[in-house]
């Protein structure tokens, strides 16, 4: 049975947001509403735009809104067009942007889209699936050994990508692999006992590989970024929940790009403090993380951090 999605660090993040009633605000991950539905309860004057590209979510979620308020839009799409998408609705400036990055659990849980190597059915993993057209199943049974093992340990980290590869590679010549259970029963044959014997999920790492290679996903969070910084408007914030090492890298380049001048190494070996301008600062030195009485309620904050930078002004 699908669990009911519980957004990570949703008082943390609605905080730093500093939500002002007649602002308007972005919620890039609508997903179940979880974060939108807190946004929307302190905006009666303002409004706030949801991006998802998931049709189930959209519609699950814009019910759960419209008992809140009227004052939202659902814009279905990438939000790496965040600016396309807004500015198609005449809004070329807002208050605040939140992330909350990876799948959400529904998605997860539910058996048919292909995500998760705890349930059995056909590999899937597309968080679009009106307008992504190559599924797992398709990159497992067509890119040969040196593609699928870069992917493994580019977007996995999965030291045995090069046997778990040939392993596929070998199967596939034998019967077409379908589904998420026979590619986990393929990754188990290829990994040593003591990484068996482990807590974690012995095909975690290439599942979650070929969901970010099949969704773009580092690409598209790159861009949509850059995009969201050009959006603020003076003392405007974003905020971002990563789930990964790879999401906390391009958050923490693209952060520490805007928030340290050139100019900084060289001016603080001056005698004499002088300020340089910038843009942009960070909120928080270092990433929030759940507490210990949230670790507990939710599986899915283990990994979570919480980042935020704000634009200069007011």
């Known amino acids: 049975m699908a669990q009911e999605h519980t957004s990570v660090l949703l008082n943390e993040s609605i905080e730093l947001l500093n939500i002002k009633n007649n602002g308007i605000y972005v919620d890039c991950t609508l997903g179940r509403a979880g974060h939108s539905a807190e946004i929307l309860k302190k905006i009666d004057q303002g409004h706030l735009y949801a991006i998802d590209q998931d049709e189930e979510a959209i519609a699950i979620s814009r019910k759960k809104l419209e008992i809140i308020s009227s004052n939202f839009t659902i814009l279905e799409g990438n939000f790496a067009d ?19 990055l990876g799948v959400s659990s529904p998605q997860f849980d539910k058996a048919e889209r292909g995500f ?51 392993k596929i590679v070998e199967q596939r010549q034998i019967k077409e692999i379908k589904t998420t259970f026979e590619l986990v029963n393929i990754i188990k044959e290829c990994l040593p006992q003591k ?8 095909a975690k790492k290439v599942f979650q590989a070929l969901r970010i290679y099949i969704n773009n996903e580092l690409e598209v969070l ?5 995009n969201s910084l050009e959006l603020l408007n003076p003392g405007g914030v974003i905020a971002v929940i990563t789930f990964h090492s790879l999401e906390e890298k391009i958050i923490k380049d693209i952060f520490k790009t805007k928030t340290i001048s050139k100019e900084d190494k060289f001016l603080s070996k001056l005698p004499v403090f002088m300020e340089t301008k910038k843009d942009f600062e960070l909120i928080i030195k270092r990433p929030i993380l759940p507490q210990e009485e949230e670790l507990e309620k939710n599986r899915r904050a283990h990994s979570a951090k919480l980042w935020a930078i704000r634009k200069v002004g007011e």
């Open 222 to 226: 790159k861009r949509s970024l850059s």
């Open 116 to 166: 998760s190597y705890r349930f059995d059915s056909e590999l899937d993993m597309r968080m679009d699936q009106k307008n992504t057209k190559i599924t797992a199943k398709d990159v497992v049974n067509s890119y040969d050994e040196k593609q699928l093992a870069e992917i493994f340990f580019k977007y996995g980290d999965e030291k045995f990508s090069w046997n778990i590869a040939r």
């Open 195 to 202: 990484i068996l014997k482990q807590k974690k999920h012995p």
């Open 82 to 100: 965040i600016k396309v998408l807004l500015s198609l609705k005449g809004v070329k400036k807002v208050d605040g942007i939140l992330y909350d």
